[in-house]
């Protein structure tokens, strides 16, 4: 068993010239996840769960300024971004990076080696790779391609997908995973999902602002975030709410 905890979690975005101040996003997140448990994160443009998912990663641009993250009672704010990755963290972006020049197998045969301390042997990564990639239904010639050069919406959301079955984290953080999808290519993504918390027990913050990805994905608590902070927490039953109603009832 592994338990997320984000308590009272304060945080603003670093201005990019001189001459603004730092604006604070975050403003006393709570959240606990333990393994085996989806949660949901809901709520409008602006709110903050980007952010969030940043912080946690830990991301250049964003300082805590109160509060804390413990990934089984380790102070995750005190770790790099490898270091929290090796130790069981992994965010799927809602914008995935390109990298030119890195081959989709060389990258992901690296980040194993990097979480697992070891270099596969290459048959068995050839295997575990083929298999991965089958599952989310992803043609042989993706994996020679540049890591997100030219990828379509869908494509990169797979790779993201196919990137946590392989790594399988104590914790995932999916910001977003969603966008940009169609529906054949949102159910073969949330099957990957489905497979990883299958496969490994792990606890996923599902951040997204539509219901459709929940009703292949279902979730045991459903979040409302708003200004910065969690302002209601539900059952499944809280995204059909929220689908119908829309998010300002719980704002105001």
Known sequence: MSTLEIKDLHAQVLPSDDNSEPKEILKGVNLTINSGEIHAVMGPNGSGKSTLSYVIAGHPRYEVTSGEILLDGEN?????VDERARAGLFLAMQYPTEIPGVKVSQFLRSAVTAVRGEAPKLREWNQELNS???DLSIDKSFIARNVNEGFSGGEKKRHEVMQLSILKPKMAIMDETDSGLDVDALRVVSAGINRYQEDTNGGILLITHYKRILNYVKPDFVHVF???K???TGGAELADKL????Y?????
Not at 76 to 80: I, R, S
């Open 76 to 80: 995750v704010l005190e770790m790099e």
């Open 132 to 134: 991965a990639r089958e």
């Open 226 to 228: 708003a200004a910065g």
């Open 230 to 232: 969690i302002v209601t």
């Open 243 to 246: 689908e119908a109603d829309g």
């Open 248 to 252: 300002d009832q719980f704002i105001k």
